[in-house]
């Protein structure tokens, strides 16, 4: 699963199919295996946390799985769900708190993140309990050809891709390729895979604070460093260096 709560600013969340926009203080937690972006126009600050099934339920054979969150994974209507900031704020301050918790690594920590996360799903059960027996809905035939494109991208970002190359792992031509990216995700292969190279240089700048500038922009699939630095500066507003320094 993931929540994702706004410190600042608004962000809008699509899954397919629907559009959730958010403002500051709204929270919105969506399903395992559910395809979503977020974007925003301006500026907008985020805590998000992704965390898997087992930290709530303890296993697959345990009350909590079985009655709960199984059920809840598997539900058709919950893709995702945006919180009522007036009757679910104590849903939202279980998520701030668990958040406070991961930053704060006091002792015990791992146990009041899992009970605040705890409480989050607890009261999404309560919501889409009505819908646990109509089971979850299979993924479209856009929705499954993006989700192997995607993939095949976040797992060879880091060498010379082609458009054809990106629609053979769906078993597509590049006509449908491109309409399915605009249908589904909004924007072109190509410049998904730009951003999430981008993205991957940015973690990596921090991630090897012994590498150079040149290092990380070869592994991320650039040709040369100045065209990662122009691009990284259109992304994040400033270049690699400063980023790195910024952050450290």
């Given at each position: ?12 969340v699509e ?19 559910v ?22 339920t ?9 009655k ?11 893709r ?8 679910e704020?104590?849903?939202i ?13 006091g ?7 899992r ?19 109509a ?10 050809r ?8 976040q ?43 981008i ?50």
């Amino acid at each position: 699963f993931e929540v994702i709560h706004i410190l600042s600013g608004q962000l809008t969340v699509e899954t397919p199919g629907a559009q959730y926009h958010l403002d500051e203080g709204d929270c919105i937690a969506v399903n395992a295996g559910v395809l979503h972006s977020a974007n925003t126009a301006t500026a907008c600050e985020i805590r998000s946390v992704v965390f898997g099934q087992s930290l709530i339920t303890g296993g697959k054979d345990t009350v909590f799985a079985k009655k709960y969150i199984t059920p809840l994974a598997g539900c058709r209507a919950f893709r995702a769900y945006a919180f009522d900031r007036q009757a679910e704020a104590a849903v939202i301050d279980s998520f701030v708190a668990a958040c406070g918790a991961l930053a704060a690594e006091g002792p015990g920590f791992e146990f009041e993140v899992r009970a605040r996360l705890s409480a989050v799903c607890l009261a999404l059960c309560r919501h889409f309990a009505p819908d646990f027996a109509a089971g979850r809905t299979k993924p479209n035939q856009d929705e499954a050809r993006i989700q192997q494109m995607l993939a095949f991208i976040q797992e060879h970002f880091d060498r010379p891709l082609t458009l054809a190359e990106i629609a053979s792992a769906a078993g597509i031509g590049e006509r449908e390729c491109l309409r399915c990216f605009g249908k589904t995700i909004h924007l072109p292969p190509m410049q998904y895979l730009l951003k999430y190279r981008i993205m991957q240089g940015a973690d990596a700048l921090l991630a090897r604070p012994a590498d150079s500038v040149a290092q990380i922009a070869a592994r991320c699939g650039f040709d040369n460093p100045s065209n990662f630095s122009q691009q990284f500066r259109r992304f994040y507003g400033c270049s690699p260096r400063e980023y790195r320094n910024r952050k450290q």
